[in-house]
């Protein structure tokens, strides 16, 4: 579903290696025939070209319409539609700009605060956060990973309701992190790649246990739980929020995922976006009523 630049990329690329073994054949081989169908590959080829460019520079302007067009009707669908709410944004992993721009401005759109941003650190430093948990059912953290997904459930609800175990591992359990959590009705989660290493290593096992068990404590509040990542993003993690039964947003750098973010934080359920694994492009119209935790 959807345009990407990158099939139009691979179009231009696969001319030019066609061209590429026209010319060599040509020139290896020699003789009338191959000389003349070299001259007819090559003239093929450049009209090939030619309307790809052309069917790029229509494709851009239809975009930029889409865009503009967006830009302008977004704005009365959205607001007020989740005013006086409080939501926070999670990476796991990271959490780029073409991720964080476009859900903090259609919150502020839609009446809603951004009361928190935070990127949890992968892999987890299990002894740096069991340094912080002397004297509490954590303090061996990092002596046993069995303890990881208890830590992790209790870390993610107390980033919605709030709780002293977060806050005592903030600065450790997030690589970046700003705002107050705690008191929230949502929170919006990005799932970067995962750290580098065998899929079994303890970099990648530690990554994953943590950010699901931290997304199941989040769950288990109540809070609305929406997944997020941009159009070019590879790999997709659409499956990971699925895995999880988390509403997701395959292109919130687009007009249309961000207004399929305010109807999914209101209670609409499903993969939305143009992505191949999306349900539906947009959500239905979800009235205030319908939404989540208050």
């Known amino acids: 579903m959807g345009y990407s630049s990158r099939y139009h990329i691979a179009s231009l690329t696969a ?4 061209l590429a073994i026209g010319i060599l054949i040509g020139s290896e081989v020699g003789g009338d025939v191959l ?19 052309t069917q790029n520079e229509e494709l851009r302007r239809e975009l930029g319409w889409a865009r503009e067009l967006g830009g302008v009707t977004i704005a009365p669908l959205v607001a007020d539609r989740l005013a006086g709410r409080r939501y926070a944004l999670i990476g796991f992993g990271t959490l780029p700009d073409r991720v964080s721009d476009p859900v ?38 990092g002596a046993t990973r069995g303890r990881l997904p208890e830590y992790g459930l209790t870390v993610g609800r107390q980033i919605v309701l709030g709780g002293t175990v977060f806050e005592r591992t903030r600065p450790e359990l997030m ?63 659409v499956p990971f929020f699925e895995s999880r039964r988390t509403t997701s947003v395959d292109s919130i750098d687009l007009e249309s995922g961000q207004l399929a973010l305010v109807y999914a934080l209101l209670g609409a359920q499903g993969k939305f976006g143009v992505k191949e694994s999306a349900d539906s492009f947009l959500p239905r119209p979800v009235g205030t009523s319908a939404a989540g935790s208050g």
């Open 15 to 18: 001319v030019f290696i066609a």
């Open 35 to 53: 000389n003349s169908t070299r001259e007819n590959l090559e003239s093929s080829l450049t009209e090939d070209l030619d309307r790809t460019r």
């Open 104 to 141: 903090e401005g259609i919150l502020e759109e839609a009446g809603a605060t951004l009361a928190g941003v935070g990127v949890v650190r992968e892999p987890p430093s299990l002894e740096s956060l069991a340094g912080e948990l002397e004297g509490t059912r954590f303090s061996d953290l």
């Open 175 to 237: 690589a970046s992190s700003s705002g107050e959590f705690g008191s929230l009705n949502g929170v919006i989660l990005y799932r970067g790649p995962l750290p580098e290493g065998k899929p079994d290593g303890p970099a990648r096992r530690g990554s994953r246990v943590l950010s699901s068990s931290m997304t199941a404590g989040m769950a288990s509040t109540g809070a609305d739980l929406v997944g997020v990542e941009a159009l070019d993003d590879r790999p997709s993690f």
